[in-house]
C-alpha cells in the first residue's frame, strides 16, 4: 500500500483517503482469490537516527505502528486464517547492496511462528483507522 506523507496531503489535500480506498478495491479483488499478504509493521527501513527520533523502547526496533495491519484486518478479516510473525536476524552485521552484488553473502537468522486467528475474535471486533 502506498501511503502519502502528512506533507503530501497538506499540499494535496483531495488527496486524503485516497491510498485507502486504492487498498480497499485491492482487498476486494482477493475475495475470490488465494492471496498472502505482507505486512511490515515497523513501517519504514532503520536507520539509527529514525531509531533515535522515535526513542524506540527497542534495540534493533523501530517501533512498530499498527495501522496497515489494521486495515488489512477490517478489510479482509473474514478470509484470513492467521499470521505468520518472522523475524529476520543478520549476526553479521546489517548486510547492504555491495554485499550481495560481490556475492559476499552474510549470514542470515530467521525465525517464524504461525498463529492461527480465532474466528469469534475477529467477529466481535471493531476496527477503526
Do not use: W
Not at 478479516?77 to 553473502?105: C, I, M, W
Request: with cysteine; hydrophobic share 30%; net charge positive.
Amino acid at each position: 500500500m502506498q501511503r502519502y506523507s502528512k506533507a503530501y496531503l497538506a499540499k494535496y489535500p483531495e488527496k486524503q483517503g485516497q491510498d485507502l480506498a486504492t487498498t480497499r478495491k485491492a482487498c476486494e479483488r482477493y475475495k475470490t482469490n488465494p492471496v498472502s499478504v505482507f505486512n511490515f509493521l515497523e513501517g519504514t527501513r532503520f536507520t539509527p537516527e529514525k531509531h533515535d527520533e522515535q526513542n524506540s523502547p527497542f534495540e534493533y526496533l523501530l517501533k512498530p505502528k499498527a495501522g496497515g495491519i489494521a486495515f488489512v484486518l477490517d478489510a479482509m478479516g473474514e478470509q484470513l486464517q492467521g499470521l505468520v510473525n518472522v523475524t529476520l536476524h543478520y549476526p553479521g552485521g546489517r548486510p547492504n547492496f555491495g554485499t550481495y552484488s560481490a556475492d559476499k553473502s552474510s549470514t542470515l537468522s530467521c525465525a517464524s511462528k504461525s498463529l492461527q486467528f480465532l474466528s469469534s475474535l475477529l467477529d466481535k471486533a471493531t476496527i477503526r483507522i
